[in-house]
Structure formats: structure tokens, C-alpha cells
């Protein structure tokens, strides 16, 4: 069992920036990715960015592309998403979800890879 718990939402202007974070706790030395997405009102998860948890490579969305910045701190056990230069098409829930080694396999785009989720956290950007 992983838990993850997201923290760092909130309410922001166009133009503004918010840092998320997500921190694990469990079986953590099985982690082999982290990933978050995102769920606007009425519509289905999206992917937004993902990292390997021992090379550390990364993936985004092509909608979070120069503008959000995924990273690790491995003796912490927690990821984050800088999330900059924000647009009211960014307000979501966002969640943070774990990949353990042997889990199923795909690619991080797709939700059905991931093991372990968070709750969530409210991000809300105003226009």
C-alpha cells in the first residue's frame, strides 16, 4: 500500500503561479513513477506530468508544456508540479497518482497504469 497525500491548491489569478506538492508514504521503495493529473467539472482525468522515480525522466502534457515543471525529492518520498503563467483552462482538481514496479504496464499518459491515488487538491485560476 501506497498513500499520497497532494497539498498546495488554492485560488489564482491569470498569470500567477501555485506549487503543488504530494508526498508518499508506505511501501515507497516500490515507487517506479509519479504522475499527476487533472479533472475539470464535467470532464474525464487528463494527464499532465509525469516522472520516473530513479532516472527522473519526464513527460508533460502538451497543454502544460513550457509552462508547468514536475520534480522529485526522493529522501522525501514527494513530487511537485510548478505550475506557472496559469490560465482559467488550468482550474481542475489535480491529483497525484504512484506507479509501483511490476504494476501494469502503458505508457504514464494513461490513468490505468497508475496504482495509488491521491484525494486531490482544488486549483482555481480566475480570469
Known amino acids: 500500500q501506497v498513500q499520497l497525500v497532494e497539498s498546495g491548491g488554492g485560488l489564482v489569478q491569470t498569470g500567477g503561479s501555485l506549487r503543488l506538492s504530494c508526498a508518499a508514504s508506505g511501501r515507497t521503495s516500490m515507487l517506479y513513477a509519479m504522475g499527476w493529473f487533472r479533472q475539470a467539472p464535467g470532464k474525464e482525468r487528463e494527464f499532465a506530468a509525469a516522472i520516473t522515480w530513479s532516472g527522473g525522466s519526464t513527460y508533460y502534457a502538451d497543454s502544460v508544456k513550457g509552462r508547468f515543471t514536475i520534480s522529485k525529492d526522493n529522501a522525501k518520498n514527494t513530487v511537485y508540479l510548478e505550475m506557472n503563467s496559469l490560465k482559467p483552462e488550468d482550474t481542475a482538481v489535480y491529483y497525484c497518482?504512484?506507479?509501483?514496479?511490476?504494476?501494469?504496464?502503458?505508457?504514464?499518459?494513461?490513468?490505468?497504469?497508475?496504482?495509488?491515488w491521491g484525494q486531490g487538491t482544488q486549483v482555481t485560476v480566475s480570469s
Open positions: 497518482a504512484a506507479k509501483l514496479r511490476g504494476g501494469n504496464s502503458g505508457n504514464y499518459y494513461s490513468t490505468l497504469v497508475y496504482d495509488y
